[in-house]
T-cell receptor
Framework: GENVEQHPSTLSVQEGDSAVIKCTYSDSASNYFPWYKQELGKRPQLIIDIRSNVGEKKDQRIAVTLNKTAKHFSLHITETQPEDSAVYFCAATAPFTGGGNKLTFGTGTQLKVEL | NAGVTQTPKFQVLKTGQSMTLQCAQDMNHEYMSWYRQDPGMGLRLIHYSVGAGITDQGEVPNGYNVSRSTTEDFPLRLLSAAPSQTSVYFC?????????????FGSGTRLTVV
């Protein structure tokens, strides 16, 4: 089955700096890679996603890159703000016979943006 | 449109007790799944369903049962609670559109087994 590794587990940056979180996946059939933000006590919320036929996607201060050959994908947050402080999860999913998909998550990165 | 509704929000069980975590969605999504979240381990898939009457095991299915009699409901049953099942449980429903899997998570159930 799919295995997703995520680094670093904690990340502390100064307000205004950039933050980068990296993930690797194992299943070459995976074709969809979402990123979730989870604030304390809340449910995961999708912040950006990328499909396997796209190398990069950007949404305001957030961007995701995908290297299919190396099975790497990364989240980039620019001009970080205190409200970006949260746990971020990468995930990967591949379709399977009979329909449906299974979303496999990384272990999360605790991002802290310091004033 | 309530999205994904989970009940209860909090629960304390004694070892050996059984209970059912409820999950309902009103978005007519085909796919539903249950995850547990433990510190430092991300979300791990317990069971999932691709439609009414069809379920399968995820990564950590032991000690849990599911059924899917309707599109809307996907309850998770703990057969005999153990302290190792202390966790936060999230139910999710999802759909496939344009190559993207749109997941909606419930608000979670925080379960403590003593």
């Amino acid at each position: 089955g799919e295995n997703v590794e995520q680094h670093p587990s904690t990340l502390s940056v100064q307000e205004g700096d950039s933050a980068v979180i990296k993930c690797t996946y194992s299943d070459s059939a995976s074709n969809y890679f979402p990123w979730y933000k989870q604030e304390l006590g809340k449910r995961p919320q999708l912040i950006i996603d990328i499909r396997s036929n796209v190398g990069e996607k950007k949404d305001q201060r957030i961007a995701v890159t995908l290297n299919k050959t190396a099975k790497h994908f990364s989240l980039h947050i620019t001009e970080t703000q205190p409200e970006d402080s949260a746990v971020y999860f990468c995930a990967a999913t591949a379709p399977f016979t009979g329909g449906g998909n299974k979303l496999t998550f990384g272990t999360g990165t605790q991002l802290k943006v310091e004033l | 449109n309530a999205g994904v509704t989970q009940t209860p929000k909090f629960q304390v069980l004694k070892t050996g007790q059984s209970m059912t975590l409820q999950c309902a969605q009103d978005m007519n999504h085909e796919y539903m799944s249950w995850y547990r979240q433990d510190p430092g381990m991300g979300l791990r898939l317990i069971h999932y369903s691709v439609g009414a009457g069809i379920t399968d095991q995820g990564e950590v299915p032991n000690g849990y049962n599911v059924s899917r009699s309707t599109t809307e409901d996907f309850p998770l049953r703990l057969l005999s609670a153990a302290p190792s099942q202390t966790s936060v449980y999230f139910c999710a429903s999802s759909y496939l559109s344009g190559g993207r899997y749109g997941y909606t998570f419930g608000s979670g159930t925080r379960l403590t087994v003593v």
